[in-house]
């Protein structure tokens, strides 16, 4: 599975129309989904837990009341539960809007899907520099980033989104059948519910 997993990542970042058809038509598509989603979140967890010993403390207030020095350890054992709810919630609102579109698609197919081309930015734009960069600079008493805000930006929001978004419209096009019009429209839609639950919980 773990051979199949990075397969569909490889071809969802390359050819994202071929990769959406074909893990459409995989009865094993959904649980390459999950794998990789398994596998990013427990990734972010040991991030968290290294922000926690390395005395990193979040950036912006977090709306919970729990003690900043402690955030850090929380989100280690909360990072993968809230992530799944947090896609759940996503794919689900996203097959039911499509279903009520006319979407021909199942929830397998668009669970798996957008598991890929949801996640797959923030491996190489937040993940890496949170997992590799970061670390080095908290170690060294450096709690800010040192390139122009405009930089940090670019990596945290317009680069990812923007990749997100495309790659999620094509992939609902050619699991649903729907245009992109109403293909972009759903996925916007349906990341509310989810950006609001990781605003709340994930820093």
């Known amino acids: 599975m773990f051979r199949k997993t990075a397969s569909y990542l490889i071809r969802f970042i390359a050819h994202p129309k071929e990769a959406s058809e074909e893990i459409a038509g995989d009865p094993r598509g959904v649980w390459a989904g999950f794998w990789f989603s398994l596998v990013f979140y427990f990734a972010y967890s040991i991030v968290a837990l290294v922000y926690y010993l390395l005395n990193h403390l979040p950036v912006a207030k977090p709306f919970l009341t729990i003690p900043l ?3 850090y350890l929380v989100q280690t054992f909360t990072t993968i539960p809230i992530g799944f709810a947090g896609m759940l919630s996503y794919s689900g609102l996203v097959y039911l809007l499509a279903k009520a579109a006319g979407g021909k698609g199942s929830f ?3 669970f ?3 598991n890929f081309t949801i996640l797959t930015p923030w491996i190489f734009l937040t993940w890496l520099p949170e997992a590799f960069i970061a670390p080095i600079l908290f170690f060294k008493g450096v709690h800010q980033v040192p390139w122009p805000a405009w930089v940090e930006n670019l990596r945290v929001f317009v680069i990812p989104i923007a ?5 999620s419209v ?3 096009r050619r699991i649903h059948g729907i245009n992109p019009a109403l293909c ?3 996925v916007v839609v349906s990341l509310v ?3 609001a639950i990781m605003a709340v919980f994930i820093r």
């Open 184 to 186: 972009f429209s759903i």
């Open 170 to 172: 094509i992939a609902l």
């Open 112 to 114: 798996a899907s957008q």
């Open 108 to 110: 397998d197919a668009t």
């Open 163 to 167: 990749w997100m978004l495309a790659a």
């Open 69 to 71: 020095e402690k955030w």
């Open 193 to 195: 519910p989810m950006a």
